[in-house]
């Protein structure tokens, strides 16, 4: 399975970006959709995360009531769509899906987009 993010960029701080990430080329479905953020020097961290089939979420308590992580499941599209940017934010932001085949569970991992936020 290949995954794709789109929409990083430059912003100022208090802006907003969305970022995509469209998943193709297997046949397995996705059970989990998640996006996880690493900065410079820091470890990678888990930003949200969405079931595909009832759409429940997770977020980490630095994103909440700031980002809205969503799917569409027609498309195998997953979105984060980030409100109220801080310099903190800054960081590469990495797409991640999971098939969970029992007892096997698959782990795919985007390339990365680079977000940051200007003060």
């Known amino acids: 399975m290949q995954l794709v993010e789109s929409g990083g960029g430059l912003v100022q701080a208090g802006g907003s970006l969305r970022l995509s990430c469209a998943a193709s080329?297997?046949?397995?479905?996705?059970?989990?959709w998640a996006w996880y953020r690493q900065a410079p020097g820091q470890q990678r961290e888990l930003v949200a995360r969405?079931?595909?089939?009832?759409?429940?979420?997770n977020y980490a308590d630095s994103t909440k009531g700031r980002f809205t992580i969503s799917r569409d499941n027609a498309k195998n599209t997953m979105y984060l769509q980030m409100n109220s940017l801080k310099p903190e934010d800054t960081a590469v932001y990495y797409c991640?899906?999971?098939?969970?085949?029992?007892?096997?569970?698959?782990?795919?991992w985007g390339q990365g987009t680079q977000v940051t936020v200007s003060s």
């Open positions: 969405i079931q595909s089939g009832n759409g429940a979420t």
């Open positions: 080329g297997s046949a397995f479905s996705i059970n989990i």
């Open positions: 991640n899906a999971q098939s969970i085949y029992y007892p096997k569970t698959y782990d795919y």
